[in-house]
Structures are given as C-alpha cells and as structure tokens.
C-alpha cells in the first residue's frame, strides 16, 4: 500500500511532468501574435512564457519553500527578477546568445538544486553548509534570464523599437511571474499550518530533484540528438 508521500509523488509527476517537458516552448502563433500586435503583444508573450515556463517556477517553489516569512519571500523575488532582468534585456539586445538546450539544462540543475538543499542534502551528503542563498538565487536569476533571452531571440523582432520590445517582453515576464507565485506562495503559506506539511515538503522537494534531473536529460538529449 502506498504512504502518503508516495501518492502526492507519483500524482505530482504523473500530471506534471508531461508539462515539464514541453516548458516555454517558441510556437508560430506567438511570432504571428508579435507580428500582427504592437509593444503590448511582447508583455503579452512575456507574460504567457514565464506562466508556462515551469521551471523557472520549480525553482521558485523551491525558494518559497525555503523562506519562513512574506517579506523574505518579497526579498529572494526580487533579487531574481534583478538577474533575470539584467541577462534577459542585456543579452537579447547585444545579441549574445548560446544553445537554449544547454542554456535550459543549466536551469534544470539549478531545480535540482534547490529541492537538494531543502531537504538538507548539503549537510547529510556533503558535510558542508549549502551557499549563501540569497546570492544563489541572483547567480540562478541571470541563468534564468539568459534561457529567456535565447526564447526572445528565436522570435524575428525586427529593428524598429527594438529595446523597448525586449523590455515589453521583460515586463510581460515580470507580470506573468506575479500571477503564477500568487497561488504557488498561497497554497505554501497556508498549508504550513496543517499537519500533513512535513510530508508534503518532503516529497515536493523530492519531485523539484526529480523533476530537475529529468528536464536535465530532456535537454542534453535535445542538445546531442535535436539536429540543432
């Protein structure tokens, strides 16, 4: 018979993992939405991509697991939208780009990351104490930022208005961030209360492992055997 913890697992990644796989992807209907609109459809797109962009929210989660308190929690997000913000405006608008399968498997480590060190994996494995998080958190931020910059940079932008394209995009990204961490800090904020909390924490991080070691194969498959 199953535990609890093993019924919470194997739903979380039985309905969300097929997600996972097919995070932020570029589809020819946001370039059609990007050609057709003006400076409003890239917050639009922004918006739609960091909604959909799964893992850069795993690796939120997995911050606000780690947080006990709301200012905190405003705190760590905006040491990140600093860093995404920086690499996102800055890269898109020097052309600096980089494989978006090794780019988007950095990202999956740093989901790995933060599930390893909630349950405590730095000092039960590795017998030392995890980082300063608040500057892993910006160090993750601008990878973060550079994955949605290369999303940006597969788009045909065009010439005309070109920074305050990407910046639309950045705002889009920031609003699109809000709306997902509102229900993901509410239902984390709300369920520490409960008794069934501990399990829920613990098998939540085990799954953000889980989860990030799967999305790291993913996008090394992809990078190998994509035909990039």
């Known amino acids: 018979m199953k535990t609890p913890n093993k019924q919470i697992l194997t739903t979380s990644l039985l309905l ?12 020819s209907a946001d370039q059609e939405t990007l050609n057709n609109g003006g400076l409003l459809s890239y917050i639009y797109v922004g918006a739609k991509h960091m909604v959909t962009g799964y893992d850069h929210l ?9 947080l006990n308190n709301f200012k905190d ?8 939208t600093i860093g995404h913000s920086i690499t996102l405006i800055g890269a898109t608008y020097l052309g600096i780009k980089a494989d978006e399968h090794l780019i988007d498997a950095v990202i999956a480590i740093s989901v790995l990351y933060k599930g390893f ?3 405590g994996g730095f000092e039960k494995y590795l017998k030392f104490k995890s980082p300063n998080l608040l500057w892993m958190v910006f160090i993750f931020g601008l990878i973060h930022g550079f994955g949605l910059s290369t999303r940006l940079q597969s788009f045909d ?3 005309s208005q ?4 990407i910046v639309c995009f950045n705002i889009g990204v920031e609003l699109g961030q809000v709306l997902a961490l509102i229900p993901i800090v509410f239902i984390i904020t709300q369920w520490k209360s409960k008794k069934s909390y501990t399990p ?8 953000l492992i889980i989860a990030g070691i799967g999305l790291f194969i993913y996008q090394m498959y ?3 055997y994509g035909g990039h």
């Open 162 to 165: 070109f920074l305050a394209k």
């Open 200 to 207: 829920f924490y613990k098998a939540a991080n085990l799954y």
């Open 58 to 66: 795993l690796f939120l989660a997995g911050v606000i697991f780690y």
């Open 157 to 159: 932008v065009g010439s």
């Open 222 to 224: 992809g990078y190998f």
């Open 117 to 119: 060190e909630n349950l």
């Open 73 to 80: 929690i405003v705190r760590f997000i905006t040491v990140f």
């Open 16 to 27: 969300l993992f097929p997600l996972l796989l097919a995070a932020h992807g570029v589809s």
